[in-house]
């Protein structure tokens, strides 16, 4: 490198500084720009007014979800009661009910006897998981017989479970034999008891498993893989007269069991689960797969059982869900987490006992508290609720609102693009992506869901006629071939051509029979009246001559009947002078008589003394206008 490239570098590279220092210089001298705000993100609003239960505030705080009041703006309404068709309507499309309207067709225990009787008519091996089951006193004939004929049958009495149509916690719940032993005018289920029950340590117990329904139409169905087994407090003896009202043996109703201070067993401790009158399902398999049961087999009834009674009502769910909710097409407006108890017998089969809409949350072991809180974290992350939701409708409000002064504007229209099918595509999917993550378990749809459809279909027609509609759009719908009528010989032509000639023959001849008759003659002129106008000698008189058309009309018959030359000629008639009507028409007495009394009212002359005259028949007497007006002559 030379001089002349040396002194080229320094210049360049002393150059590029200045540069540099003076774009240091100006940045500093321009002003900062203030770093813009992150916006908050909206909480989802939640209303646990109906709810007693603490366990739903503790996860609402840990979601950071905010509790507020049912008058205010809420994404989720949480109630221990069912929800009536009247408040659901009032819902905005963003906000959701932990109730259907009419799941009470088998949460109430007469509701779910009533609903599984009837479709088990039609599918009774499909539905043999409920015990035999009768609603008083509707169906005491029908129990009265039962009775009779396994007693004849058996030589023995039948053990029966009494229980309240609308109890719970196993309050009003009795044993009996006979059926001298309960009050049939009561209204109360009446169950066969299943006495065989399996046993665990020598304990009766029950399972109770959750079920959660997010949509009715279509339906979907998720099970809760984990739950509770409930065990009753006294060791279990077949039933006896000296043990059936012993309910701390034959009843598992935790709420009654932990009143038995000498049996009760509280389990303290989450890792031995598998101790206590309260304890996990898991334990339960495990104990019945090491007495050699199937618990994948039991596992797949149970999924069976519920899909089955819930489809039992699924056609009523849908209409009352449709008539509640008129302009929602997403179908999960309303969810429902059920809590269904299942009793095992000594085979390890499955039977349904009831239905619960409002399960018990309260906390009183460890257990519970495990159990629980998964539960309902799960439930509200499968559902998918979120601030966007409520963002979604505030924009399309605002669009709606800017539309609403344009020519064709349809509220209904504007409602329904609120709940498209595209909202019903995202919280499926939403489903899909967050079940992995929960102990939840898709029960329905599944592989089987042509067979359940169809029971849906056949439920809607033999019920009580409230989904017949739906029924018929789901029903496949069968063509049936059309048969070509057979082609006709010439013979049967010719012979139809020549039948068909003598009918115009005869139908010719007829009208030329009617033609030769003469017509009547014409009658007088006789007015017509008709509405705004009359007719007289086939002329119309327009409405402004119809006035003129009746005085004359009336001044006619006034003329014609002679009362106005009488009544003229009664005027002049003196006080005391004596009126003879005899040969009058009778038809005038009265009226003679009354014109009479007003004449001499008007005159201020004293009433005069009464007509002597003598009533004839007016048969007899002459009606000829010259006659009367001669005998009135000759008396004036």
């Known amino acids: 490198m030379n001089a002349e490239e040396v002194e080229q570098a320094m210049l360049d590279e002393n150059r590029?500084?200045?540069?540099a220092f003076t774009v240091e210089v100006e940045s500093e001298k321009q002003p900062k720009k203030p770093e813009a705000k992150k916006k908050k993100r909206r909480p989802v609003t939640i209303c646990l007014d109906a709810c007693r239960y603490q366990v739903l505030r503790n996860i609402c705080k840990e979601r950071r979800w905010?509790?507020?009041s049912e008058?205010?703006?809420f994404c989720i309404w949480w109630s221990d009661l069912s929800i009536i068709p009247e408040r659901l309507l009032q819902f905005k499309p963003y906000q959701r009910a932990n109730h259907f309207v009419g799941m009470t067709e088998i949460s109430r225990k007469d509701g779910l006897s009533k609903s599984l009787n009837r479709i088990a008519k039609k599918w009774p091996e499909e539905y043999a998981f409920y015990p035999q089951s009768w609603t008083l006193p509707i169906d005491?004939?029908?129990f009265m017989n039962t009775h009779k004929t396994l007693v004849h049958k058996r030589g023995a009495k039948p053990v029966y479970i009494s229980k309240p149509t609308a109890g719970c916690q196993g309050n009003g719940i009795f044993l009996f034999k006979s059926e001298n032993d309960i009050d049939p005018s009561q209204p109360q289920v009446v169950q066969r008891y299943i006495a065989d029950p399996h046993l665990i340590d020598g304990y009766k117990y029950d399972l109770r498993i959750y079920l959660l329904v997010t949509s009715v139409e279509p339906l979907r169905m998720f099970i809760y893989k984990k739950g509770m087994a409930r065990f009753a407090t006294a060791p279990y003896v077949e039933p006896k007269d000296?043990?059936?009202k012993n309910t701390f043996m034959h009843l598992t109703n935790y709420s009654l069991n932990k009143r038995n201070k000498e049996g009760f067993v509280s389990n303290e401790d989450i890792e031995h689960d598998d101790e206590g009158s309260k304890r996990s399902i898991d334990a339960v398999w495990k104990i019945l797969r090491d007495q050699g049961a199937d618990v994948d087999q039991i596992w797949a009834q149970i999924k069976d059982i519920f899909i089955k009674t819930v489809v039992a009502i699924q056609p009523t769910l849908a209409h009352m869900y449709r008539s509640s909710l008129p302009n929602d097409r997403s179908g999960h407006a309303c969810f429902e987490l059920l809590g269904m108890d299942i009793l095992l017998d000594s085979t390890h089969t499955p039977w349904l006992i009831e239905v619960n809409h409002s399960p018990s949350f309260n906390i009183d072991s460890p257990l519970d508290s495990d159990l629980k809180h998964s539960l309902i974290r799960d439930t509200l992350e499968l559902l998918g609720v979120t601030p966007e939701d409520k963002a979604r409708y505030m924009i399309e409000e605002r669009r709606r609102f800017q539309q609403r002064m344009m020519p064709g504007y349809s509220h209904r229209d504007a409602m329904r693009r609120m709940n498209t099918e595209g909202e019903r595509s995202r919280i499926e999917a939403w489903e899909d992506a967050t079940l992995p993550q929960t102990n939840y378990e898709m029960i329905f749809p599944n592989?089987?869901?042509?067979?359940?459809?169809?029971?849906?279909?056949?439920?809607?027609f033999i019920g009580f006629g409230v989904s017949v509609g739906v029924a018929r759009r789901r029903a496949p719908q069968r063509r049936e071939?059309?048969?070509?009528?057979?082609?006709k010989t010439a013979e049967e032509l010719a012979k139809e051509a020549k039948e068909r000639e003598e009918r115009e023959a005869a139908i010719a001849a007829r009208c030329s029979q009617l033609a030769k008759k003469k017509p009547k003659p014409a009658g007088p002129p006789r007015l017509k009246f008709e509405a705004g106008s009359i007719f007289r000698s086939g002329m119309a008189i327009g409405a402004d001559r119809n006035k003129f058309a009746l005085d004359q009309s009336r001044q006619r018959l006034v003329q014609r009947s002679g009362i106005r030359e009488f009544v003229t000629r009664l005027q002049a008639i003196k006080e005391g002078q004596e009126i003879h009507t005899e040969g009058q028409p009778a038809a005038f007495l009265p009226y003679l008589e009354e014109n009479k009394r007003m004449c001499q009212q008007r005159s201020g002359l004293v009433p005069g003394r009464a007509f002597h005259g003598q009533r004839r028949n007016s048969a007899s007497e002459p009606s000829d206008r010259r006659k009367l007006d001669r005998s009135l002559r000759a008396e004036v």
């Open 71 to 73: 008058d205010s703006d």
């Open 16 to 19: 590029g500084n200045v540069m």
């Open 66 to 68: 905010r509790v507020v």
């Open 242 to 244: 000296d043990n059936i």
């Open 447 to 460: 592989d089987r869901s042509e067979f359940y459809e169809r029971m849906m279909v056949e439920k809607g």
């Open 140 to 142: 005491l004939n029908d």
């Open 481 to 487: 071939p059309v048969e070509e009528p057979p082609q």
